[in-house]
Antibody, heavy 120, light 110 residues
C-alpha cells in the first residue's frame, strides 16, 4: 500500500527558506502515470495547491507561488522535496504531499501532513 | 476567498441525506473534472470522488456526486456519525493554470 510521509523543520524564521521532504514507501516514485504534489492548508487560504513534480524532473507550479517555489526528486531515495523561499507568517500551515495523477486535480493518497510555523 | 464556492456548513441527523454544492465557472468546473475530498478531524484529506462522479475502491456508495454546468454537488445518503468532517471540492482551472479548491464545508451530524 502506497504511503507518503512528510518531514522537515516545524519552525522557520521569516525571510528564510522552508524545506520539506516527502518519502514514498510501498511503491516507486518513478511512476509513469503520476506526478508528486505538494498542497498546504493555511488558516488564511484553506487548501492551496503548491505544485507538482514528475520523477524525470518536469514541474508545474501554482503561478501565485511560482517565484518562491522549487521542487526536486531523488529517485534513489524515493523522495520528493519542496523549497519555499522568503517565507512570511502567511506561509504558516500544514503541508501535505500527495500522489497526483498526471494532468488532473486528483490527489491520492496524501501524507499525514506536517505543521510548519513561520516565526522569529 | 477560494476560487470554488462551497457553503461553510451543513447539518443533519443520522440517516438523512445531505448535499454540498461547489460552484465555479467555465474555466474550472464547467470544463474540467471535479474531485471531492473528505477531511476527518485531525487527519489529512482523503479522496472521495474523482472525475466528477467516480468513487475510488473502498468508498461506500452512500457517497455520490454529480456535475451540471459550473456547479458540482456531493451527496451523502444515510448520514452516519462518522461522516462528520470537512468536505472539499477541487478542479483544474485553465485560466489560472492551477489546481483550485473550495473553501470546505463542515458536515455536522446532529
Amino acid at each position: 500500500q502506497l504511503q507518503l510521509q512528510e518531514s522537515g523543520p516545524g519552525l522557520v524564521k521569516p525571510s528564510e527558506t522552508l524545506s520539506l521532504t516527502c518519502t514514498v514507501s510501498g511503491g516507486s516514485i518513478t511512476s509513469f502515470t503520476h506526478y508528486w504534489g505538494w498542497i498546504r492548508q493555511t488558516p488564511e487560504k484553506g487548501l492551496e495547491w503548491i505544485g507538482s513534480i514528475y520523477h524525470a524532473g518536469s514541474t508545474y507550479y501554482n503561478p501565485s507561488l511560482r517565484s518562491r517555489v522549487s521542487m526536486s526528486v531523488d529517485t534513489s531515495e524515493n523522495q520528493s522535496s519542496l523549497k519555499l523561499r522568503s517565507v512570511t507568517a502567511a506561509d504558516t500551515g500544514v503541508y501535505y504531499c500527495a500522489r497526483n495523477l498526471i494532468g488532473s486535480d486528483l490527489f491520492d493518497p496524501w501524507g499525514q501532513g506536517t505543521l510548519v510555523t513561520v516565526s522569529s | 476567498q477560494s476560487v470554488l464556492t462551497q457553503p461553510p456548513s451543513v447539518s443533519a441527523t443520522p440517516g438523512q441525506r445531505v448535499t454540498i454544492s461547489c460552484s465555479g465557472n467555465n474555466y474550472n468546473i464547467g470544463n474540467n473534472y471535479v474531485s471531492w475530498y473528505q477531511q476527518l478531524p485531525g487527519a489529512a484529506p482523503k479522496l472521495l470522488i474523482y472525475d466528477n462522479d467516480k468513487r475510488p475502491s473502498g468508498i461506500p456508495d452512500r457517497f455520490s456526486a454529480s456535475k451540471s454546468g459550473a456547479t458540482a454537488t456531493l451527496a451523502i445518503a444515510g448520514l452516519q456519525t462518522g461522516d462528520g468532517a470537512d468536505y472539499y471540492c477541487g478542479a483544474w482551472d485553465s485560466s489560472l493554470s492551477a489546481v483550485v479548491f473550495g473553501g470546505g464545508t463542515k458536515v455536522t451530524v446532529l
